[in-house]
């Protein structure tokens, strides 16, 4: 079965400076990989997505992740913060194999943008 | 406007009282799905269909039912609703699987006293 691991479950940056979210995952095969966001008292918003094409993804907002399957991870970073990059950040792993097809999302991290 | 609902966006209710929650999209999406958001643990899913009239278990389906008879709906249904299904409830829609973007409804929060 697939997992994800969000490293860290709090990140505090100075706006301004560079944004770093790590996220690992375990899968059997070639995985898709999501990051989302969810903004206070919002929905969830697709930031970026890994689909086997390029490993290095741009997202919206500034927001890029690489994939690195020899380290199965899938950081995502941002080289500026800024205030509104406050929000909490999932990452997400499809599970489409062996019969089942299901997404699974990690414990998020929450972001804290300081001024 | 391409979107998710949900209703209703904010419920109270007591232990064992039959409840509904209703989701709808108007993209045409084959794949639906509910998730459970609970405070240090993510999102996790509790059921997903891939059409009319084929679901299945996520990872945390015990004590919900759903069903799907129309393409643009997914009811999550709470049979006997108890104090530990109390948490913020997400439908969300996607083309397919694997590759596809889910689009989010936005959310209900309920609570079982």
């Known amino acids: 079965a697939q997992s994800v691991t969000q490293l860290d479950s709090h990140v505090s940056v100075s706006e301004g400076t560079p944004v770093l979210l790590r996220c690992n995952y375990s899968?059997?095969?070639?995985?898709?990989l999501f990051w989302y966001v969810q903004h206070p008292n919002k929905g969830l918003q697709l930031l970026l997505k890994?689909?086997?094409?390029?490993?290095l993804v741009k997202g919206i907002n500034g927001f890029e992740a690489e994939f690195k399957k020899s380290e199965t991870s899938f950081h995502l970073t941002k080289p500026s913060a800024h205030m509104s990059d406050a929000a909490e950040y999932f990452c997400v792993v499809s599970d489409s194999g062996g019969g089942t097809y299901k997404y699974i999302f990690g414990t998020g991290t929450r972001l804290k943008v300081l001024a | 406007e391409a979107q998710v609902t949900q209703n209703p966006r904010y419920l109270i209710t007591v232990t064992g009282k039959k409840l509904t929650v209703t989701c709808s999209q108007n993209?045409?999406?084959?794949?639906m799905s509910w998730y459970r958001q609970d405070p240090g643990l993510g999102l996790r899913q509790i059921y997903y269909?891939?059409?009319?009239?084929?679901?299945d278990k996520g990872d945390v389906p015990e004590g919900y039912k759903v069903s799907r008879k129309e393409k643009r709906n997914f009811p999550l249904i709470l049979e006997s609703p108890s104090p530990n299904q109390t948490s913020l409830y997400f439908c969300?829609?996607?083309?397919?699987?694997?590759?596809?973007?889910?689009?989010f409804g936005p959310g209900t929060r309920l609570t079982v006293t």
């Open positions: 269909s891939m059409n009319v009239e084929v679901t």
């Open positions: 899968s059997s095969y070639s995985p898709s």
């Open positions: 890994y689909t086997s094409a390029a490993t």
């Open positions: 993209m045409n999406h084959e794949y």
């Open positions: 969300a829609s996607s083309l397919w699987i694997r590759d596809y973007e889910q689009y």
